[in-house]
């Protein structure tokens, strides 16, 4: 049944509002970082002395390099323990702890990160020396993300093991490839843009986390988020602004490579399917 | 005993893919759980760590003391009571202004021609990807007595003197249904896209209005992905901190600015902990919920 003028209007006013919401409170963030005042809510001309004065500002770009050294390793790490989560959940469907494993894989993705920080933070000061590990600084701001971010990209992975068809497995192993060789050689590759995906979704969380390396933060593992957050506190800070622009076209410019990547493979695929088809036929 | 029996006693590759996740899940994630509730127990002391061992072994004596002050004073003082009541409806309205505007949003992408409906849904996620904080930050901007907002309503006449909104619960709730709203469309657009159309159709047939046979068909089959993207945004908006903080002002009562403020103002860590155990034992029905589907997702067992 073909939509009537009415539906159609619903639709468009709904969308309309909706993305309007989600993206005007961006866009203003980006109008008002080349704004000459100091009040950021009164317009006073364009400049972009803001951008000067943040790159010039030690203290942020000492924390945004801690910030990004956390996080390339928080991903990298989860990416692994996330995968292999992943595996478990979507392809061991009996074991002993399994109900325990679930609960232990989803938790964490509603968790307050309010309780995550403590109870980590806890754990460290009590056990840690134990295992070698101090309870502040960049190591135990690591494992907080890790323990955080590993939900995420096992939920990531596995809609992508999901769909993929597991008979490209069961050929490969009928061929003689035992499970590891199979994994290595046919799965990853399939699993490859989900794990893209999953590592870049690790990235930005820990990147974005406040509250929980809070907690964990030492006097010299100040993260950019920290850093942010003491600063906007007590108000409007158009440096801050300057900060959130070139946000947002780094993410801006990966969110475009990466749909152009994805399209360009999906036709690549089509192609190839058609080549198949005509040979074949 | 020959290779193949003792392979059986070794453990094998399958093991260890489980081993890795579960063991760091288990050290970094529930043990600390057991943490926080035995330091909720102990008692507050000037030393480092800032509280008393609860178990002692002195003079040949074994002495197991469970301070029950932390959890007493959870629900004498008044304080403590009104800011978890107070995190509960503030959650709880917020979840339900992101599913009425997230439904909408969601339903109508999922009637979206495949090929608009990927980049319509990615047009959600994508302020997803810039920094929360940041995202927050926007706010004050908007929200302040000096603010856009305040210019526009005032430019264009609608009101004379400035509204005040931020420092005020309603700033608090504009910034947990603009953070959290991505949360509550996911799960509903992956619901709603994998509905049967040829349902709606026998319906319309049998004589149905359209708003009938979305209450009667759309919504009824939709409701795990209701209850997922209700249990995504309401369990962490109970515990939020930065949104309060920074947009809620002094009158917005949050049980995660309690912790905080016991934490890293007074140094109170059991009683930081107690009213960590109490926010848990809160959500651990919501969570549980929230855990079943999402095992079942994982596990492509949804329909």
Redo the contacts between chains.
């Keep these: 049944?073909n939509p009537t003028f009415g539906?159609r209007l619903l639709?468009w006013t709904?969308?309309a509002l909706?993305?309007a919401?989600?993206?005007l409170?961006?866009v203003?963030?980006i109008v008002?970082s080349f704004n000459a005042s100091r009040?950021?809510?009164?317009w006073a001309g364009f400049s972009t002395k803001w951008y000067g004065e943040l790159l010039r500002d030690r203290q942020i770009l000492e924390a945004a390099w801690v910030s990004l050294r956390i996080a390339f390793w928080t991903a990298t790490a989860a990416t692994?323990?996330?995968t292999?989560?992943?595996?478990?959940?979507?392809r061991?469907?009996r074991?002993p702890?399994k109900t325990m494993?679930?609960?232990?894989?989803?938790?964490?993705?509603?968790?307050?990160?309010?309780?995550?920080g403590?109870?980590?933070l806890?754990?460290l000061?009590?056990?840690g020396a134990a295992m070698g590990i101090p309870s502040k600084g960049m190591v135990a701001i690591w494992?907080?993300h890790?323990?955080l971010t590993?939900s995420f990209v096992?939920?990531v992975v596995?809609?992508r093991l999901?769909e993929l068809d597991k008979s490209l497995e069961e050929a490969a192993m009928d061929l003689g490839a035992n499970?590891?060789k199979v994994f290595f050689l046919i799965t990853l590759p399939i699993i490859a843009p989900a794990l893209v995906s999953g590592w870049?979704l690790a990235f930005?969380l820990s990147?974005?986390d406040?509250?929980i390396a809070?907690?964990v933060a030492g006097p010299d593992s100040t993260t950019l988020?920290i850093k942010?957050?003491s600063s906007?506190?007590l108000?409007?800070s158009p440096k801050?602004?300057a900060?959130?622009t070139l946000?947002?076209m780094a993410?801006?410019i990966?969110?475009i490579v990466g749909?152009w990547l994805m399209y360009r493979e999906d036709r690549r695929r089509q192609l190839d399917m058609q080549l198949a088809l005509q040979e074949n036929g | 005993m020959n290779a193949r029996a003792l392979k059986r006693f070794v453990p094998g590759?399958?093991w260890a893919?489980?081993a890795?996740?579960?063991l760091?899940?288990?050290l970094?994630?529930?043990?600390?759980?057991l943490?926080?509730l035995k330091?909720s127990f102990s008692r507050l002391a000037i030393a480092m760590?800032p509280y008393t061992p609860i178990v002692e072994y002195v003079d040949k004596a074994l002495t197991l003391r469970l301070n029950l002050g932390n959890y007493v004073a959870l629900f004498t003082d008044s304080q403590y009571v009104v800011a978890y009541l107070s995190s509960i409806k503030i959650a709880a309205v917020s979840t339900l202004l992101c599913l009425l505007?997230g439904y909408?949003?969601a339903y109508?992408?999922a009637?979206m021609k495949p090929s608009t409906r990927n980049?319509?849904l990615?047009?959600?996620v994508?302020?997803s990807?810039?920094?929360?904080?940041?995202?927050v930050?926007?706010?004050?901007?908007?929200l302040?007595a000096?603010?856009?907002l305040n210019?526009a309503l005032m430019g264009l006449g609608v009101i004379d003197a400035p509204l005040r909104i931020l420092y005020t619960p309603l700033a608090a709730y504009i910034g947990i249904v603009?953070c959290y709203?991505?949360f509550m469309v996911l799960p509903l657009y992956a619901n709603l896209v994998k509905l049967d159309l040829r349902l709606l159709?026998a319906a319309?047939d049998l004589g149905a209005k359209?708003w009938q046979a979305f209450l009667r068909i759309t919504l009824p089959l939709s409701r795990a992905g209701i209850v997922a993207g209700c249990?995504?945004v309401m369990?962490?908006a109970?515990?939020?901190?930065?949104i309060p903080?920074?947009l809620g002002g002094p009158d917005t009562l949050m049980i995660?600015r309690v912790?905080?403020g016991e934490?890293?103002n007074n140094r109170d860590?059991p009683a930081?902990?107690a009213v960590?155990i109490v926010?848990?034992l809160l959500?651990m029905v919501?969570?549980l919920v929230?855990?079943r589907y999402?095992?079942k997702e994982?596990?492509?067992r949804l329909t």
Excluded: C, K
């Design positions: 049944m539906q639709r709904v969308l909706g993305y919401f989600l993206y409170p961006i203003l963030l008002y009040l950021a809510t009164v692994v323990i996330g292999l989560g992943a595996m478990v959940m979507t061991f469907h074991f702890g494993f679930g609960a232990l894989i989803t938790a964490p993705l509603v968790m307050p990160e309010v309780i995550i403590l109870s980590i806890l754990m000061v009590s056990v494992i907080a890790v323990t590993v096992t939920v596995s809609s999901q499970r590891l870049l930005t990147l974005d406040v509250v809070s907690f988020p942010v957050f906007v506190r108000g409007v801050i602004n900060l959130a946000m947002i993410v801006s990966a969110a749909w | 590759g399958r893919v489980i890795v996740p579960f760091w899940l288990l970094f994630f529930a043990i600390p759980f943490i926080v330091i760590p505007i909408p949003m109508f992408i009637r980049i319509a990615m047009a959600v994508l302020p990807w810039i920094s929360f904080l940041l995202r930050y926007a706010w004050v901007g908007i302040d000096n603010g856009i210019r603009y709203l991505p159709e319309y359209p249990m995504l369990i962490p109970v515990g939020e901190f930065v903080e920074m995660g912790l905080w934490f890293f860590w930081a902990s960590a926010m848990l959500l919501p969570i929230f855990n999402q095992q994982m596990e492509g």
